[in-house]
């Protein structure tokens, strides 16, 4: 069993910035893909990006591209969520998820789920 725990969210202004992080444990964690997905209120949950543990490749959905970016600690099993340029329509709780071989840039057919984290853009 994967366990995920996020951290990082909260209320910023449009333009500004947030990191979110998220700490995977649990067996065989190495050999998982770790990305992030959100759910805004009313809408179906979607993908922003993951990262593949097997060859390193970080896929974006076309919505956060050039303004979010993925990164991981191996040695600590930690993704994160670097948010740059936010705009209120980012605002939604975002999810650490994670997948053995899943991992998709705008997709959210993932196995595991953290608890979610509240990321709110408003003036």
């Known amino acids: 069993q994967l366990q995920l725990v996020e951290s990082g969210g909260g209320l910023v202004q449009p333009g500004g910035s947030l990191r979110l992080s998220c700490k995977a444990s649990?067996?065989?964690?190495?050999?998982?893909?770790l990305g992030w997905a959100r759910q805004a209120p009313g809408k179906e949950r979607e993908g922003v990006g993951c990262?593949?543990?097997?060859?390193?490749?970080?896929y974006y959905a076309n919505s956060v591209k050039g303004r979010f970016t993925i990164s991981k600690d191996n040695a600590n099993n930690i993704v994160f969520l670097q948010m740059n340029s936010l705009e209120p329509q980012d605002t939604a709780t975002y999810f650490c998820v994670a997948d053995r071989l899943y991992c998709s840039g705008s997709g959210s057919n993932y196995d595991y789920w953290g608890q979610g984290t509240q990321v709110t853009v408003s003036s």
């Open positions: 649990g067996f065989g964690v190495e050999r998982y893909k």
């Open positions: 990262i593949s543990s097997s060859d390193g490749n970080i």
